[in-house]
Structures are given as C-alpha cells and as structure tokens.
C-alpha cells in the first residue's frame, strides 16, 4: 500500500515536472541516493528501492562507480521528493541533489535514456501515454536484465586500468564465461594475449560496443550477466551454517532450509522445480567415510546410474535416473567428514551445472561439526535415515543358492525389466540365464560368494499328500529373514499334465514366488512359481506351482552348473527344516 501511495505522488510531480520543464537540461535535477562501486552492488540495492517507489533509475558514473538516483525533476519539486523521502526514512540521510552532467549513461530500466530524454518519455510513447504507464510487478520483477550498450562507460585507458585491478582468478573466470558464450576455446589460464583480446574484440562487436579489446567494468558486468542469465529467479546467497561448519552457496530462490538430522542439513524445494540441497557435517575416520559413501548410495536422492569415485579420504557420488540428476561430493580432513548434495530436476543442465560449479568454488570448511544427537527427536521411520527416503527395489521376490559358487535359481519374472539386480540388497548379481519355458532364472555373483549352505535336489518325487513347505521372503525383506509356509503336495502334475511342475496345496505370498519347495527331509523337489495374476480364470489361493527338481537339474546341467543330489531322506524336525531353509534362501531384489 504505501509503495502504491508513493507511486501515485511521484506520478503527479513527474507529470507537472514534464509539463513545466524547461529546455535547458541544467534545470533538470536528480536525488542521487547512493554510489556503488561496481555494477552488480548497485542493481542489488537498486532492486529495493523499486520495490518502494517510483523513478528509481541507474547510472554509469565511470571509473566502475554506479549510482541510484530518482527523477528527472524540477529543482523545486527534487527538494520536495528529497525533504520527504527523507523524513519517511525511505532514503539515506546522505542523499543529495544531483545534475545530469554528473552522469554518463543510463543502465537501468533497460530502455530508458534519460539523459538525453530528461522528460522522461519511454522509446515508443509520446508524454500523454506516458502519465498511463502502470508498474506490474511479476516473478522476474527482482531480476535485473542485462544492461543495454549505451556510451562507453570508460574510456579505454580506464578501462585497461580496471583490467589491471582484477586478479588472476577473476581474469579466469572472464576466460571462462567468454568460452560459454562461444567466443574463447583456449585455455582458462587468466592471461590475456592473443586470443583473450580477440575474443573480446568479437563480443563487443556482436553486442553493440566499440570494438577495442579491453573489456570496461559496465562490459564486463554485462557478460557476466549473459553467463548468469540461466539463473535468475535461483536467489544464490552465501549460506554459513555454524551449526555444521560449512558456509558455500545455495539456491535459495527455489529451496529452503526445512531441518537437520544428524549428519544432513536439508534444504528442501519450495515451488515447482524439484531441487534438495544437504550439507553433510559428522565427526568420524576413513572407516566412517566409508559407512557413509555405502549408505548414500541407498537413498532415494542418489539414482542407481551415475559415476562413484571413492578415494582414500573422499568420494563422489553421481545418479541420474531420468528424473533427477544428483551430486554428493564428501572429503575428510581432521576427524571431520563434510561435504554436500545438490538434487536437480533432469533435463536442465543448464542451471544445474551453473549452480553445482558455484556450491563447489564456495564450500568452506568453517569451525563447527553437526551435534550426533541433532534432530534425534524426529518421528522415527524403517524406510528413513535422518529423514530421507531409503531407495525401494521395484520389488523383491525369493531365490535359492544351487551350488558353492553362490549361483542362484529365482523365477523369471522375479528380474524382468531390472536396472539392476541383488541378492540380500547388499551383493550384485548378473542374470546370466532366462528360461521363459521353464519361468526360471539363473544368478551369477559379481564377486566371489561363500554360501554357508546350498541346496540339495530331489531326484524324483515325493509322494502325492506327503508333507511339503515352501522358504521365501513373504513380505519382501520386511522380516529380515525368510518365512517358512507349510502345506501339502497335491499332485506330481499340472492341472493340464505338464511334467515339469507339481501342484502344491498352500497359500503363499508374491514375495516367495521363486523359492525353495521342500519336502519333508529338508530336499529341494521345485521352485515356486508365480501366480499368474492377470489371467481371465482365477484359481483358488491355496493352489499354486512349482518347477520340479528333474526339470531344474536337466537346465542347471546344460549351463555346465552341478548340483548337490539326494533321494528319500529322513524326515526333519520343522525347525530343523527352518534354519535348513534360511541358510540357503536369498532375498532377489529388482531395482
């Protein structure tokens, strides 16, 4: 309300201003609020002052200073504006009246030159449509558009002298926005020879400044604006967590810090792009490094496909699953681990890159570690670890070691359409057989594997309403640990006399599908098949399958695979028949 009210009353003195103006500019005055030293100072401030009133201009002063000044007024009507800008508080006590000479050209709003147009009229409007103009504020109302090329804001002595303050790694970083922009393809080294002032030479030709090959300060400003133009509206501030140790930069215009949980310091997204930010901080040893990269890799914010480095005292983290891109990066110096991971919607690369390059060249090491029991109150979740979500497998079915080696007999379907495949969630196998006949998969480890136990296969089978049961991770690796489901066998044979499979009379759950049948001395006689779920005929829940012992050894033996045999044995004890179980069923995950 009071800018609108301010808004309205400086309408009025610049539309009397215009009426009565005079030709001669000397009679044309500004409020000069303030001075900055360089460009990006001033349109920061300058924001703030738009946001409250009206006529809020910029300007080139040379000798890289810039100023905020309001108008053009009449003298009279400036000291007016001036006297109550002043006693409102809206203005600094310092401010003071300026003329147009003082002056060299105008860099904001873009458009306007008012220097050389002191009645204020906009390109493109006449005086009478000018009284009419309405300020909307938007989103982009606090981004500060590129300046647009007016007269030389130094000359090029001045602006060799400029040159000469930057050091080496800003001259870098000129080097480096010049070859985003297309302009350099030599090295990043911050020395300006033949190439940097060639470059140069080009930009200012394609943008509208005289070609000398010295960059001025309103030049150099403008082309760092071009690199940064990806992120407006992204609000990076320099954030310093005393709490965690770490000060570094985060995109505060789409994030906001929502809590903290030891070792993670969670920025959270606020709107529509579905940015995380987390400042890692713990105390801890190599070993705890370690913990730490495998525990990572189990979050939902960290995707399967993605680089892994890990190093002695460091690592890095990449994942990118189509729908977010993820970077951790952790190091480890004095007993303190810290680090960061910045979660990025896909397909934006552009923004992505320029931020992550930014939370890299800024992260410090400050005093401070987070506190072990930091957010030790929150509302505890199996799936959570310090309030991330820990990555689901798309689903987990049951499986059963075959031989010394660590293969694994599990159904088909148990690893269709997989990225990736594990057994217990801790080792990665290879599906190194389908059989889409038999609806049976063969698992190889990746690494080494020593079963405590395997399997024993039946030859033949058992007797039709002898005793059976069936291992499997029932609920899919909620337990820990495999459920043993007892039933009997109901026939040698499918419902349609396929040899290959015997009908069971048990109720089991999806995630056995693939397990170990045995009978009633603790042999393998079949794998558990799944249900087929999607069939028009629904059988009842307690009539399922299984793939016999004969039809698994004659596919194990055409892959070169021998497995343990066995004919009647005596019955075992129920929890004999269990802990027999446990020690060879595995847990198949599909991810």
């Known amino acids: 309300m009071l800018r609108t009210i301010l808004s309205l009353i400086a309408a009025c003195i610049f539309s009397v201003t215009s009426a009565l103006a005079q030709n001669s500019q000397d009679e044309i005055v500004w409020v000069q609020l303030e001075a900055q030293p360089s460009l990006q100072d001033a349109s920061d401030n300058l924001r703030g002052y738009a946001q409250r009133m009206a006529d809020v201009n910029g300007f080139a002063l040379g000798g890289g200073w810039y100023a905020i000044a309001l108008g053009p007024y009449r003298r009279e009507d400036a000291e007016n504006v001036l006297r109550v800008y002043r006693s409102e508080g809206l203005i600094p006590i310092d401010s003071y009246l300026a003329s147009a000479r003082e002056y060299r050209s105008q860099f904001w709003p873009v458009g306007a030159n008012l220097l050389t147009n002191p009645e204020g009229?906009?390109?493109?409007?006449?005086?009478?449509?000018?009284?009419?103009?309405?300020?909307?504020?938007?989103?982009?109302?606090?981004?500060?558009?590129?300046?647009?090329?007016?007269?030389?804001?130094?000359?090029?002595?001045?602006?060799r002298a400029s040159e000469g303050r930057l050091t080496r790694a800003e001259k870098m970083k000129l080097q480096e926005w010049l070859k985003w922009a297309g302009y350099y393809d030599a090295a990043i080294d911050g020395s300006f020879g033949r190439g940097t002032r060639g470059s140069m030479s080009t930009w200012q030709s394609e943008n509208g400044f005289d070609v000398t090959g010295v960059l001025t300060t309103l030049q150099r400003e403008t082309l760092r604006q071009q690199y940064f133009a990806a992120l407006e509206g992204m609000d990076l501030k320099l954030v310093t967590d005393l709490d965690a140790g770490i000060e570094m930069?985060?995109?505060?215009?789409?994030?906001?810090?929502?809590?903290?949980?030891?070792?993670?310091?969670?920025?959270?997204?606020?709107?529509?792009?579905?940015?995380?930010?987390?400042?890692?901080?713990?105390t801890g040893d190599q070993n705890t490094l370690f913990g730490l990269y495998d525990i990572m890799q189990t979050l939902e914010i960290v995707p399967l496909n993605g680089a892994r480095e890990r190093k002695s005292s460091s690592f890095i983290l990449t994942g990118d699953d189509g729908k977010i891109v993820s970077h951790t990066e952790v190091s480890l110096k004095d007993g303190q681990i810290k680090g960061f991971t910045l979660v990025w919607p896909a397909r934006d690369e552009e923004r992505r890159t320029r931020i992550l390059r930014e939370m890299q060249s800024s992260f410090t090491r400050i005093d401070g570690i987070l506190d072990p029991t930091a957010g030790s109150d929150a509302t505890q979740q199996i799936d959570l670890i310090a309030g991330l979500q820990i990555r689901q497998p798309k689903h987990s079915r049951s499986g059963f070691f075959i031989d010394r080696k660590g293969n694994v007999l599990t159904s088909a379907k148990a690893v269709q359409s997989c990225e990736k495949v594990t057994i217990e969630e801790d080792y990665d196998v290879n599906v190194a057989v389908v059989d889409d006949t038999l609806g049976v998969a063969i698992l190889t480890p990746t690494t080494p594997l020593a079963p405590v136990d395997v399997a024993t296969l039946r030859s033949g089978a058992p007797r039709i309403q002898s005793d059976v049961a069936v291992a499997g991770y029932s609920f899919q690796g909620a337990l820990g640990a495999p459920t043993v489901t007892f039933g009997t066998l109901a026939d040698v044979k499918g419902l349609r006399g396929e040899r290959e499979l015997a009908r069971l009379a048990l109720e089991v759950e999806s995630g056995d599908w693939g397990g170990p049948v045995f009978d009633a001395g603790g042999a393998v006689f079949g794998m558990l098949l799944p249900r087929n779920t999607q069939a028009a005929q629904q059988l009842p829940a307690d009539v399922n399958f299984a793939v016999n012992a004969d039809a698994l050894r004659t596919l194990l033996e055409q892959e070169g695979i021998r497995a343990n045999l066995s004919n009647d044995e005596p019955t075992v004890a129920p929890e004999d028949l269990t802990k027999h179980a446990s020690e060879i069923t595995v847990l198949v995950s599909c991810w």
């Open 121 to 159: 009229v906009l390109p493109g409007t006449t005086p009478e449509d000018q009284t009419n103009v309405v300020i909307v504020e938007t989103e982009t109302e606090n981004a500060v558009p590129a300046p647009v090329p007016q007269a030389p804001d130094e000359t090029v002595r001045e602006a």
């Open 249 to 282: 930069q985060v995109p505060l215009g789409v994030v906001a810090k929502s809590s903290t949980e030891y070792p993670f310091v969670r920025y959270e997204a606020t709107g529509s792009t579905a940015a995380q930010v987390l400042m890692i901080s713990q």
